[in-house]
């Protein structure tokens, strides 16, 4: 009889630890589940809108974002994802210099889509509020990769997130083509300012 009842002692303990390690198993990897978060672009609401400067004026435009999506872990910073933006969007306000911009410097027929993926998310990001990050990853540009980071403020309320920030792209360094002409000189590095809305799902 006492040899039974510890017996069913033993079981009643081991049967206790075996759900205790379950149920912290179950809380440990639900967290590490809901730590990772995803910012599903809205490309009607998003924009990216680029600067130049020539020996006349300075030149304003705008592209097209298509897609995009980021998932990130706020924990580790890592991240993934990418924008798609539309190579062949670009406008000026000027249809013979968009048509150039277009076909010789973008070579969009070539090379339809400008893409940025996302790698790492550096800095703190509040649940609500603004935050300031450094987002680093690869830029394509005609094909071509380039690593970047792009300082950038987010505002979050509830699940609507925007994202916004700029950097420079030195495009002619890149490969691309000078569109100089004789007497009008062309900045060699182009500003991209980024405004991505869009909302958080965990």
């Not at 997130?161 to 691309?176: E, K, R």
Request: glycine share 8%; net charge neutral; proline share 4%.
């Amino acid at each position: 009889m006492i040899a039974s009842t510890q017996t069913e002692r033993r079981r009643s303990s081991i049967s206790f630890v075996t759900l205790l390690a379950w149920m912290l198993a179950s809380l440990f990897f639900s967290r590490q589940a809901a730590a990772e978060q995803h910012l599903q672009i809205d490309p009607a609401s998003s924009e990216v809108h680029f600067a130049l400067t020539d020996t006349l004026h300075a030149v304003n435009g705008i592209f097209h974002v298509t897609s995009g999506s980021i998932s990130f872990d706020p924990a580790s910073g890592a991240a993934s994802g990418q924008i798609v933006v539309d190579a062949g969007s670009g406008s000026s306000d000027s249809k013979a210099r968009d048509r150039k911009m277009t076909e010789d410097e973008m070579k969009a027929r070539l090379f339809p889509t400008v893409t940025f993926a996302p790698s790492r998310i550096t800095g703190t990001i509040a649940e609500t509020g603004d935050s300031t990050v450094q987002v680093a990853g690869q830029f394509t540009l005609v094909g071509t990769a380039h690593a970047i980071t792009v300082p950038m403020t987010l505002h979050r309320q509830g699940t609507h997130c925007t994202a916004s920030g700029s950097f420079p792209v030195p495009y002619v360094d890149w490969g691309m083509k000078d569109p100089s002409l004789l007497f009008l000189r062309v900045g060699k590095i182009v500003t991209i300012q980024l405004k991505l809305v869009g909302s958080i799902l965990e």
